[in-house]
């Protein structure tokens, strides 16, 4: 039984290494080739701010563009662009 567990799980990191390793090296082609490697999203940072009685303020700040990555996992620092399109707005809790 342990032998089909660690066989198993060896199995699982060796398909998510072979994934992550496939998505950098189409991420290389795209820099190389300049195929949009990169993106800008803008994402929307409020203040979320806790007063009395259990309540909360929101103050919405300016937004900004953030650079993201055309790949499915982060990589060089950047989020992936599917992630950072589904999170435009951030707060920031004080």
């Avoid at 999203?41 to 409020?46: A, K, L």
């Avoid at 701010?49 to 990555?69: H, L």
Wanted: hydrophobic letters at 40%.
């Amino acid at each position: 039984m342990k032998k089909i567990v660690v066989r198993g799980l060896a199995g699982i990191a060796a398909v998510a290494l072979t994934v992550f390793a496939a998505d950098y090296t189409v991420l290389r082609y795209r820099m190389l080739r300049n195929l949009a490697p990169y993106d800008t999203v803008t994402v929307r940072y409020y203040y979320q701010v806790q007063e009395k009685g259990n309540r909360t303020e929101y103050a919405f700040a300016s937004a900004e563009p953030v650079t993201c990555v055309n790949s499915l996992f982060p990589h060089q620092g950047l989020p992936p662009c599917w992630y950072a399109r589904r999170h435009v707005e951030r707060p920031i809790k004080i």
